[in-house]
């Protein structure tokens, strides 16, 4: 099956600057890269997502980029905020029926 | 905020003991997952369901078994709790078709002494 790896596992930033969180993964079928972000207590939120045919997509602050060849893909925050400290999970799916996910990133934003 | 839910949000139980963990939805979904979170926070996909009727397991083994009788409603039951099964237990729903968003459950924090 496919497998996904994350680094880093925890992430200091101080707020305004950026961050990025970086997936590779090993099944070249997959073709679905979500990224979740879970706050203490909560279930994870889908905060982005991007499918094999692009290789960057943008949603104000945060980006994802995607290199197919090379399978990794990555997020990028930009002006960090102290609300975006929260644990960042990117994963990896070819049909839908299983996700695979990274090990998780705990991200801290220092104010 | 997604519609999903779970219930209870945690549980404390004595070993060998019988637990319906609930979990439902009001979008409609087709698919739903039952994940276990453990204390690193890695989440392991223990069993998902195409639609009704339709049941699989996941990738990490699991001695809870699940039902999807009705498409909004997908029980994960552990027969004989014992302490190994103490984690987090999310469920999740996504639209029919090719890969989508997951919409996650709140989550149920289960103990087992």
């Known amino acids: 099956g496919e497998n996904v790896e994350q680094h880093p596992s925890t992430l200091s930033v101080q707020e305004g600057d950026s961050a990025v969180i970086k997936c590779t993964y090993s099944?070249?079928?997959?073709?679905?890269f979500p990224w979740y972000k879970q706050e203490l207590g909560k279930g994870p939120q889908l905060i982005i997502d991007?499918?094999?045919?692009?290789g960057e997509k943008k949603d104000q602050r945060i980006a994802v980029t995607l290199n197919k060849t090379a399978k990794h893909f990555s997020l990028h925050i930009t002006e960090t905020q102290p609300e975006d400290s929260a644990v960042y999970f990117c994963?990896?799916?070819?049909?839908?029926?299983?996700?695979?996910f990274g090990t998780g990133t705990s991200l801290t934003v220092i104010p | 905020e997604a519609d999903i839910y779970q219930t209870p949000r945690y549980l404390v139980i004595g070993t060998g003991k019988k637990i319906t963990l609930e979990c439902s939805q009001t979008?409609?979904?087709?698919?739903m997952y039952w994940y276990q979170q453990d204390p690193g926070m890695e989440l392991h996909l223990i069993h998902y369901?195409?639609?009704?009727?339709?049941?699989e397991k996941g990738d990490l083994s699991s001695e809870s078994t699940v039902s999807r009788i009705r498409t909004e409603h997908f029980p994960l039951t552990l027969e004989s709790a014992r302490p190994s099964h103490t984690s987090q237990y999310l469920c999740?729903?996504?639209?029919?078709?090719?890969?989508?968003?997951?919409?996650f459950g709140p989550g149920t924090r289960l103990t087992v002494l």
């Open positions: 099944d070249s079928a997959s073709n679905y």
């Open positions: 991007i499918r094999s045919n692009v």
């Open positions: 369901s195409y639609g009704v009727n339709s049941t």
């Open positions: 999740a729903s996504s639209g029919a078709g090719g890969p989508r968003e997951q919409f």
């Open positions: 979008m409609g979904h087709d698919k």
């Open positions: 994963a990896a799916s070819t049909d839908g029926n299983q996700f695979y």
